[in-house]
C-alpha cells in the first residue's frame, strides 16, 4: 500500500464503525499519520437497519461517506480494504491490497452475527447486520408477499406469510414490532386479493424475558406492547435448526417458514493473527485492559464490540452496543496522545447512558440510570436520540421527514425490491 | 394466474412506467378489471438516475411503490411479473408466473438500451436505464477512484480517471454535467492524495451538436456549459468497439478507459410475439394509429417508448420521452372507456410541452414551444418540473432536501459503494 512515511508515528485503525470514527476524530489535526480501513467506504448506523428491512428509512439515510469524515484533517488516509490478518511481530497489517506497516494499532473491527457453528441456520436465515443484507431482507419480505398471491397451496401460502425471528434483544424486538405494523397499516391495502390476517409474526428466545439487558419492567412493557400488536412472543425455547422450511426447536414447537430472520447473538469479527491467543472469550472478542490495549500488547488497542473490558458491573465485558464504542474511540484518542508524549494515560470509565428500544408507533421503552419510562414519551426520547447520533446533517433531514411522514400516514414508501433476493438464487 | 374473471372486461398492462401508470390512474373506478404486470414493484421516474448514479439522490426517492399507486382502485391487481410473449391469437399473455387472457392488452413496456448490435460494447460499458443499472454505475465510478489511489502504474490510474460517455442526449449531458462537478467540489477534499486534475470526462456525438432534438441555441449553449465545466465535447465521432479497455472510434482518435457509459440510443422493448411482424420499426417500436392500436390489431394496444406513433412533425415516430408517455397514456384511458360503450374514440394530439436538460448547478436549457431560455432561470424551471413530475409527496420532499443540501454544500452525500460492482466481477 503506497502511502508514504511521515515524520509523525502511524496510526491503523481497522473499522469505521462508532469506535473507529470517534477515535479518528479525536486524532485529527494532531501530529499523528492515521490510516483508517475499512470494507465499506461508509460508516453504517447500525441502529436504524430494521427501518431499512422494513422499508421506513431509505439505506442511503443511515450511511455517511468515511472520506467525508476525515476530509478536512491532514495527515488522514482512508484505504477501502478487507484486513486479512495482523501479523503483531513484524508491525505489518496484511490486506488484499497490500501490507502496511504501524506503529500503533487499532482493532475497531466490530461483531458479526453469531449463528453458534450451526451451518444450516447460517445458509438459510437472514442477518441483518450490514446495509446490503438488510436491504435483501427487505427484498424477501416484499417478495414471500408477491409469491404468496401466486400459489394456491395453503401450506405454503402460509408459509410465505409466517415471519420468524430467532432472538428477542433490541433487534429483534424493533424488528418484530415493525413488521407487526406492516400487517396491519400497509398490507391490507397493498394485498387487497391476499388474506393479510393469515400473517404470523413470532418471536423466540430463548430465555424467560425478552429485552434481557433492560430492566423487568421494560421487558415486561415490550412484551405486552409486542402482543397487543399482534406477535407471538415464544420464551423459553431456543432453535434448534432451520433446513430453509422449517424451524426445530428444543419443545415439541415447530414453525413451517420461508423466511427466520436470525437475530440470536454477535460475536466479535476477529482477525486472524489475533484469534489464536489466549486473550479471546467466549465471543470471540479480545480481552482488553483499562486503557484498551489488547492482553500481552502495548501497542495494540482494541475498541467497540471486538473488545472485552471486564469491570465490576459488567463481569462478561461491556455490551456490545453503540455507547461504550464510542466512549472508547473518544477516550484511546486522548490516551494515545497522552502515551505518545509519555505521559500516563487515563483509565477507561463507562458511563451507562441508558438503554432504550422501540416497538412501535407512541411505544418505546427507555431505561436511563434514574428513570425508566415507557409508552409515548419514551418513543419520543428514541427518536430525538437516534436523530442526534445520526452523522450528518442531511442524514437527520431526510430521516426525520420520512418519521414524520411515516407517522402522519401510517405508512412506508420504500417497499421497493430494488434488487431481488429469491430471483438471483 | 389466479386472477378471478369478473363480470367487467379485463385489461392488461404490460408495465408501470409513466404510460402505464398514467392509463392505471385513468381507468380507476371504471367498470373495467385492470392487470397491471411489471417486472418490478416500482415506478422508476428515469429521468432522475443519472442523479442516482453520481450520488446526488438516493435511488428510493425516485421509485413508487406500484401498489401504493393504485391501493384506493377497486378491481385492480398487480402482479410482479416478466412477460414472456404475446400469444394475440388466443388473447393470452405468457408469462414467468404463468398465463393470463386478456379482452383488451396495453404494451407499456418502455424501452432499453441499444447497442446496435455491438455484443463486446454490451458487455463491457455501463447503462443507465433502471435503478440497479444506476447504483452499478454509483459503485464504478467510486471503485475507480479508489483503485486509482492503489496503483502506481500511471498509464492505468489515468484509464480508471478517465470517464467515456458515449451519446450527447440529455442523459449523456447530465451525466457529464455532473461528473464534472464532481470533478471539482468533492474529489480533491475525498482524494487528497490523488491529482484529481487528471480526471478526464469526455462525451461522444456522432452527429454534429449534442442535445440533437432541441434548438441550435440550447444545444449549443449546453455545449459551452460543458465546456466551461471542463468535458470535453467530441462531436462527429462514432465509437466502433470497447473490449473493456480502449474505446475505439471511426477516427484515429482512441480513449482508454475502465469506464465507458453507454447513453447513445434506446429501442423499444418488444416482446416475443408481437416482434415479427410488419409493424416493427427500425428502433423496435410498434407502429400504432392515433388511438394507440397496433397495428392490425383492434384490441391490442401501444403506449410510450414502445409505441411509434407517425406524426406530420414526427415522421420517425413521437420521441421516447415521458410527455408522449404520459399524454398517450391518458387518452388512451378515456378512448377505452368510449370504446367500451361503443362510442367514437378520439385522435392522440401530441401537446409538444417542451424539452430541458440540466447540464450542472445554475445551468440548464429549456426549450418551450414559444420561448427558449437557459441558464439560472433554466435550472429553476428544470427543478421545478422534476418536482412536479415525480409521484409521491415524501419523494418530493426528500428530493428536495437533497437537492438545496447539495445546493448550499456543494456536495453530494450519497457517494456510497452499498454493493460494489467491480469486487463481485
Known sequence: MNIPRTSFPRII????G????????????????????????????????????????????????????????????????????????????IT?????????LVVASG???????????????????????????????????????LTSNLHERNALMNFVIVGGGPTGVELAGALA?????ILPKDYPDL??????????QSSDCILKGMSDKASQKAEDFLEKLGVNVWKNIRVTNYDGKTVTTNTDLIFETATVIWAAGVKGALIKGLDAADFITRSN???????????????????????CMVTNDFPDGLPMMAQ?????????GDNMLQLLEGKPMKSFVYKDKGVMATIGRNKAVVDLKRFKFQGIFAWYVWMFVHLFFLIGFRNRMVVFINWVYNYVRFDREARLIIRPFKRKN
Open 181 to 185: 405494523e406492516i400487517k396491519k397499516g
Open 111 to 149: 461483531s458479526k452475527t453469531n449463528y453458534f457453528g450451526n451451518a444450516e441456520v447460517e445458509k438459510h436465515s437472514m442477518a441483518m447486520k450490514t446495509i446490503p443484507q438488510s436491504l435483501n431482507l427487505r427484498s424477501l419480505i416484499l417478495e414471500n408477499f408477491e409469491d404468496a398471491l
Open 18 to 93: 462508532f469506535a473507529g470514527i470517534a477515535l479518528a476524530k479525536k486524532l485529527s489535526k494532531q501530529e499523528v499519520q492515521v490510516v483508517l480501513l475499512d470494507k465499506n467506504n461508509y460508516h453504517n448506523f447500525q441502529p436504524l437497519l430494521y427501518q431499512v428491512s422494513t422499508g421506513g428509512l431509505e439505506p442511503d439515510s443511515i450511511a455517511y461517506p468515511i472520506r467525508k469524515v476525515l476530509k478536512d484533517f491532514p495527515n488522514f488516509h482512508f484505504r477501502l480494504a478487507n484486513v486479512d490478518e495482523i501479523d503483531a511481530k513484524n508491525n505489518t497489517v
Open 285 to 307: 472478542r479480545l480481552l482488553v485492559n483499562e486503557f484498551n490495549q489488547v492482553k500481552d500488547y502495548n501497542h495494540i488497542f482494541a475498541i467497540g464490540d471486538i473488545a
Open 195 to 204: 388474506d393479510t390476517r393469515s400473517v404470523q409474526i413470532n418471536i423466540i
Open 96 to 104: 488484499n491490497i497490500g501490507n502496511l506497516k504501524f506503529d500503533y
Open 13 to 16: 485503525i481497522i473499522g469505521g
Open 324 to 332: 461504550p464504542a464510542i466512549q472508547q474511540g473518544k477516550q484511546l
